[in-house]
């Protein structure tokens, strides 16, 4: 398998795909892969000759230096569990960042009109901005057909949309299920950090996303919120950081129900210091 730390060695070798008529699918990832990355790249597999899993933990996201400190970093056992999938097919972009931001890692700054200010905006400022950079010069340098997002990031899959709505940038956006473990936790990098108690009990958080949804087939959303609020006051381990329901185009939170529009509830919650998100279409 081709591992690429630089980004003129990927532009070439993606040049010389280009010029076969090779259909390129990019899974954009920070790497400590699970079986839910392999799901996207076994969808970019099937839809175009080559994926191309970039493995970058990207600076400007994070809001929180010890996160981004503690952020798991696996390269080998990454590269080796994506030979699982294909050794001929996949290539892997694993830069540094001095290949990606040059010496300047600093943000842009986006309007995504107004997906950038809801739910995640709220709590990680200046996060959307780090992301849309990234993703913007990933799609520069991969110059993919197809770019693969899982919907546990709901709200990020909405911002990349936007993304390249906005810019007019020639890549298919293409949201992929959550994937999860047996136990209903969402899948994340982020898991291999929790401590064997607070991964016992994480579960809860797509249990209570289940109740809600039940809820809300008969409750106001306002109650199904309270409801949820209880649920996580009475739990030992876990804490409630938000948990909002919200028009799934806007990302605003909903002020009445409307059979017309779709929605989902979100939620994050932190294990110990860890913190998880989560959502779960309600209609």
Known sequence: MQVYSEKQQIIEAIAALRAQKQLI?????????HKGHLALVERALENNNCAVVSIFVNPTQFDNSTDLEKYPR??????????????????????????VYEGNPVSETFDFDGLEFEMEGRFRHGHFDGVGTIVKRLFEIITPNNAYFG?????????IKKLVEKHHIPVNIVGCPIYRETSGLAMS??????????LEASPFIYKTLKGAK???GTKSANKVTEWVEYQFSKHDLLELEYFIIADTETLKPIKRKSK?????AFIAAYADDIRLIDNIVLN
């Not at 919907?151 to 911002?159: A, T």
């Not at 990098?189 to 607070?198: A, D, F, G, W």
């Not at 017309?260 to 989902?264: D, E, G, H, Q, T």
């Open 214 to 216: 039940k809820l809300f």
């Open 151 to 159: 919907e546990k990031d709901f709200q990020q899959l909405q911002i």
């Open 260 to 264: 017309k529009k779709a929605y989902r």
């Open 25 to 33: 699918g990019l899974v954009p990832t920070m790497g400590a892969l």
């Open 189 to 198: 990098s982020r898991n291999t950090r929790l401590k064997p108690e607070y």
């Open 74 to 99: 696996t390269l080998e056992k990454d590269v080796a569990l994506l030979s699982t999938l294909s050794k001929d097919n996949i290539m892997v972009y694993a830069p540094t960042v001095d290949d």
